[in-house]
């Protein structure tokens, strides 16, 4: 699928793409070329988000925008040489306003050309798309008819004494018999001067085309006609400006505001079918009454239209990377008892997206996953839920991550997307089209639809799109994330494949040459192990007991205040001349108080450092803890010093040795476990504790 602008402004002609981009608001790009001559590179604006849409003519002038009808495979075959040689564009307009009698082959003052009437378009639409299509690496992409001009009668055939609106609907259905439909609708609307209120007037026309709009909205007279397959279609409005009388003038009068608010406001319904673009004809210097770099004012007007968060809504259905996927049983939709929706296999830190029922399978028939297949959305992020929503289309995936680190989730991954199906019969394999495939991918179960054992990530662009360091991490986070579901080791070719080792027939591409394999898998694995060590090093401190420490309690305080360090032992209750006491013991001494009367604590040195009782109290405290369990603690190892300096706290275990992967030593504190290899002491680290 071709990568779509963000936002609906636009600018015929390179040049004024500045406008939007300093604005943060990348628009769309119309260029105009022949097609006889050599590819253009549109990368530049490709690479700066711009959408890139190039109309392809056979001639100007009496050449014709469309060839003599006996030229139609000539034709066809130029467009496919030109798109081949071409980079950063997708979609292909095929000639212009053929209902004007200048547009025709072969006209002049004296003679009218060939008259193009609605099925010799389609007949040289149906051969210039299939051309394109044909062509490698395009064939998503889209391809338009030639865009009607509004109110000209020129063009007359039976059925049909004029009526433009009438000629773009007889070209769509032409096209729909001959197989090729539009993949988008190109369209041109205008005004009738220079007045900002001219773009959202309901003025209508005069006899006999009174329904028509006789301003801006004539657009919507031409989408009325669309035909009921076409209406899930994007709509690119390729040209537009005030015309006749006024055309463009050197003020700032807000008709580009206006024009731009106008297309906005028909998109912000819903039960509207959705426009892409408006294209401001045009930027290059020529006619002054077209010429928009030359007029700064219109420039301000612009920046003006620029600042609103116009944003292109996504079409209903696009012709996505993803074919039409097989299903994993036949039919297709088996008659089952109702099932619960799936809770679990959704991944906390996707945006849960689910889809409609109709495009994945609850479950997995008992299957386990075997690998996470990674695609490429031939299009942008946005357009991806659309698509997977789409009735009339049984295609998914569990994921999608966007050049921005974003990562949506479609499937739960414990029920079955419709992203890598084949069909298998007679130990053969087939794609969803039909065709005979051989998968180069060594772990394919024979006779078992790949859906059924595999996990599906699309992402964000075109193949020829090198990844964002933020899409490859989120990428790597996400496979992470899958391996500690599902024990998926990372192994190229094996464990981790691309859709084109699956079905390199209609997918060859995919997901593209800039994937690195290698480096994704080690950094997958890498990370995914150490995160498993680091689990069962928590587990392990888990399980250790630990000496509990009140940081709220008065002997723990009053210790602190005296720099009598960690507690060594629990606290110990004891009596002395009838009353009750409490003790504890700490690095510098043991403290004791007795009980209620909390503002008279005490402290005495440990027997071994020369303390001994001056009265019945310190005496009982001394006596009473001489037989506890003293925690042993080093002040002077590497680990106490450790946690000292990353704020731990005090020690609650001894230093003890352990075994994960190699033989560890650590110790347990009051914020976390500081460990170490015993074969790299000095490499101390530290985790926070499971609780």
């Given at each position: 699928?071709?990568?779509?602008?963000?936002?609906?402004?636009?600018?015929?002609?390179?040049?004024?793409?500045?406008?939007?981009?300093?604005a943060?608001?990348?628009?769309?790009?119309?260029?105009?070329?022949?097609?006889?001559?050599?590819?253009?590179?549109?990368s530049?604006?490709?690479?700066?988000?711009?959408?890139?849409?190039?109309?392809?003519?056979?001639?100007?002038?009496?050449?014709?925008?469309?060839?003599?009808?006996?030229?139609?495979?000539?034709?066809?075959?130029?467009?496919?040489?030109?798109?081949?040689?071409?980079?950063?564009?997708?979609?292909?307009?095929?000639?212009?306003e053929t209902?004007?009698?200048?547009?025709?082959?072969?006209?002049?003052?004296?003679?009218?050309?060939?008259?193009?009437?609605?099925?010799?378009?389609?007949?040289?639409?149906?051969?210039?798309?299939?051309?394109?299509?044909?062509?490698?690496?395009?064939?998503?992409?889209?391809?338009?008819?030639?865009?009607?001009?509004?109110?000209n009668?020129?063009?007359?055939?039976?059925?049909?004494?004029?009526?433009?609106?009438t000629?773009?609907?007889d070209?769509?259905?032409?096209?729909?018999?001959?197989?090729?439909?539009?993949?988008?609708?190109?369209?041109?609307?205008?005004?009738?001067?220079?007045d900002?209120?001219?773009?959202?007037?309901?003025?209508?026309?005069?006899?006999?085309?009174?329904?028509?709009?006789?301003?801006?909205?004539?657009?919507?007279?031409?989408?009325?006609?669309?035909?009921?397959?076409?209406?899930?279609?994007?709509?690119?409005?390729?040209?537009?400006?005030?015309?006749?009388?006024?055309?463009?003038?050197?003020?700032?009068?807000?008709w580009i505001?206006?024009?731009?608010?106008?297309?906005?406001?028909?998109?912000?319904?819903?039960?509207?079918?959705?426009?892409?673009?408006?294209?401001?004809?045009?930027?290059?210097?020529?006619?002054?009454?077209?010429?928009?770099?030359?007029?700064?004012a219109?420039?301000?007007?612009?920046?003006?239209?620029?600042?609103?968060?116009?944003?292109?809504?996504?079409?209903?259905a696009?012709?996505?990377?993803?074919?039409?996927?097989?299903?994993?049983?036949?039919?297709?939709?088996?008659?089952?008892?109702?099932?619960?929706?799936?809770?679990?296999?959704?991944?906390?830190?996707?945006?849960k997206?689910?889809?409609?029922?109709?495009?994945?399978?609850?479950?997995?028939?008992?299957?386990?996953v075997?690998?996470?297949?990674l695609?490429?959305?031939?299009?942008?992020?946005?357009?991806?839920?659309?698509?997977?929503?789409?009735?009339?289309?049984?295609?998914?995936?569990?994921f999608?991550?966007?050049?921005?680190?974003?990562?949506?989730?479609?499937?739960?991954?414990?029920d079955?997307?419709?992203?890598?199906?084949?069909?298998?019969?007679?130990?053969k394999?087939?794609?969803?089209?039909g065709?005979?495939?051989?998968?180069?991918?060594?772990?394919?179960?024979?006779?078992l639809?790949?859906?059924?054992?595999?996990?599906?990530?699309e992402?964000?662009?075109?193949?020829?799109?090198?990844?964002?360091?933020?899409?490859?991490?989120?990428?790597n986070?996400?496979?992470?994330?899958?391996?500690?579901?599902?024990?998926?080791?990372?192994?190229?070719?094996?464990?981790?494949?691309?859709?084109?080792?699956?079905?390199?027939?209609?997918?060859?591409?995919?997901?593209?040459?800039?994937?690195?394999w290698?480096r994704?898998?080690?950094?997958?694995?890498?990370?995914?192990?150490?995160?498993?060590?680091?689990?069962?090093?928590?587990?392990?401190?888990?399980?250790?007991?630990?000496?509990p420490?009140?940081?709220?309690?008065?002997?723990?305080?009053?210790?602190?205040?005296?720099?009598?360090?960690?507690?060594?032992?629990?606290?110990?209750?004891?009596?002395?001349?009838?009353?009750d006491?409490?003790?504890?013991?700490?690095?510098?001494?043991?403290?004791?108080?007795?009980?209620?009367?909390?503002?008279?604590?005490?402290?005495?040195?440990?027997?071994?450092?020369?303390?001994?009782?001056?009265?019945?109290?310190?005496?009982?405290?001394?006596?009473?803890?001489?037989?506890?369990?003293?925690?042993?603690?080093?002040?002077?190892?590497?680990?106490?010093k450790?946690?000292?300096?990353?704020?731990?706290?005090?020690?609650?275990?001894?230093?003890?040795?352990?075994?994960?992967?190699?033989?560890?030593?650590?110790?347990?504190?009051?914020?976390?476990?500081?460990f170490?290899?015993?074969?790299d002491?000095?490499?101390?680290?530290?985790?926070?504790?499971?609780?």
């Amino acid at each position: 699928m071709p990568t779509l602008a963000k936002y609906i402004f636009g600018m015929h002609d390179g040049g004024g793409e500045h406008l939007m981009l300093n604005a943060g608001k990348p628009g769309w790009v119309m260029i105009t070329q022949k097609a006889s001559d050599s590819g253009g590179d549109f990368s530049g604006y490709a690479n700066a988000g711009l959408g890139v849409i190039v109309r392809l003519n056979w001639g100007y002038g009496s050449d014709g925008t469309l060839p003599p009808s006996n030229q139609y495979d000539a034709f066809a075959q130029q467009c496919a040489n030109y798109v081949a040689q071409s980079r950063g564009a997708s979609i292909w307009i095929i000639g212009n306003e053929t209902n004007l009698r200048g547009e025709r082959p072969g006209n002049s003052d004296s003679n009218p050309g060939e008259v193009l009437t609605p099925d010799k378009i389609a007949q040289c639409f149906a051969k210039c798309r299939a051309a394109i299509r044909r062509t490698p690496g395009h064939e998503n992409d889209w391809v338009c008819q030639p865009p009607p001009g509004p109110w000209n009668p020129e063009t007359q055939y039976p059925g049909n004494g004029g009526d433009w609106v009438t000629y773009l609907r007889d070209i769509l259905n032409e096209c729909i018999k001959q197989g090729h439909p539009p993949d988008a609708i190109a369209l041109h609307t205008y005004t009738h001067g220079y007045d900002a209120g001219l773009c959202s007037s309901g003025e209508l026309m005069g006899p006999p085309y009174t329904s028509y709009h006789y301003h801006l909205r004539a657009y919507q007279d031409f989408m009325k006609v669309i035909p009921a397959s076409l209406r899930n279609r994007p709509v690119l409005i390729t040209e537009t400006q005030p015309a006749d009388p006024g055309w463009w003038q050197n003020r700032n009068i807000g008709w580009i505001q206006s024009a731009y608010k106008e297309i906005n406001d028909w998109n912000s319904n819903s039960a509207n079918q959705a426009i892409q673009a408006l294209v401001l004809f045009r930027w290059e210097r020529g006619d002054d009454r077209w010429s928009i770099s030359d007029k700064g004012a219109l420039h301000d007007d612009f920046r003006a239209a620029v600042q609103a968060e116009y944003l292109a809504p996504a079409p209903r259905a696009l012709a996505s990377a993803q074919p039409a996927q097989p299903k994993p049983s036949q039919p297709a939709k088996p008659t089952v008892p109702a099932q619960a929706k799936t809770q679990t296999g959704w991944c906390p830190f996707a945006k849960k997206r689910p889809i409609i029922e109709n495009n994945f399978d609850f479950g997995r028939n008992g299957n386990k996953v075997k690998a996470v297949v990674l695609h490429i959305a031939a299009g942008p992020m946005f357009a991806v839920l659309p698509t997977f929503n789409d009735v009339n289309r049984p295609a998914s995936a569990h994921f999608c991550v966007g050049k921005d680190g974003a990562i949506e989730q479609y499937v739960s991954i414990d029920d079955t997307a419709y992203g890598n199906g084949l069909r298998a019969k007679d130990g053969k394999w087939f794609t969803g089209g039909g065709k005979e495939v051989n998968p180069p991918w060594q772990d394919i179960v024979a006779g078992l639809n790949p859906n059924l054992y595999t996990i599906s990530i699309e992402h964000d662009g075109q193949p020829q799109d090198k990844w964002t360091p933020q899409m490859y991490d989120a990428n790597n986070r996400l496979l992470q994330w899958i391996a500690k579901q599902t024990g998926l080791n990372y192994v190229v070719h094996h464990t981790l494949i691309g859709h084109h080792e699956i079905n390199p027939i209609d997918r060859p591409n995919c997901p593209g040459p800039n994937v690195e394999w290698d480096r994704m898998a080690a950094d997958a694995n890498g990370e995914m192990r150490a995160d498993s060590v680091t689990e069962m090093i928590q587990a392990t401190a888990n399980e250790v007991p630990e000496l509990p420490i009140n940081l709220e309690s008065a002997l723990y305080k009053f210790a602190q205040t005296n720099n009598l360090g960690c507690p060594q032992s629990d606290e110990i209750d004891f009596q002395a001349s009838g009353a009750d006491f409490i003790a504890q013991v700490f690095m510098g001494g043991i403290v004791y108080v007795k009980k209620g009367d909390w503002g008279n604590l005490k402290w005495v040195k440990k027997p071994q450092e020369g303390g001994a009782g001056s009265d019945a109290a310190s005496s009982a405290a001394l006596d009473a803890t001489s037989q506890a369990q003293l925690l042993p603690i080093n002040s002077n190892s590497g680990i106490f010093k450790f946690a000292q300096a990353n704020n731990l706290g005090c020690p609650q275990s001894d230093e003890f040795d352990f075994v994960v992967d190699t033989d560890y030593i650590g110790q347990v504190y009051a914020n976390g476990f500081v460990f170490a290899k015993k074969s790299d002491p000095g490499n101390l680290q530290w985790v926070k504790k499971m609780q």
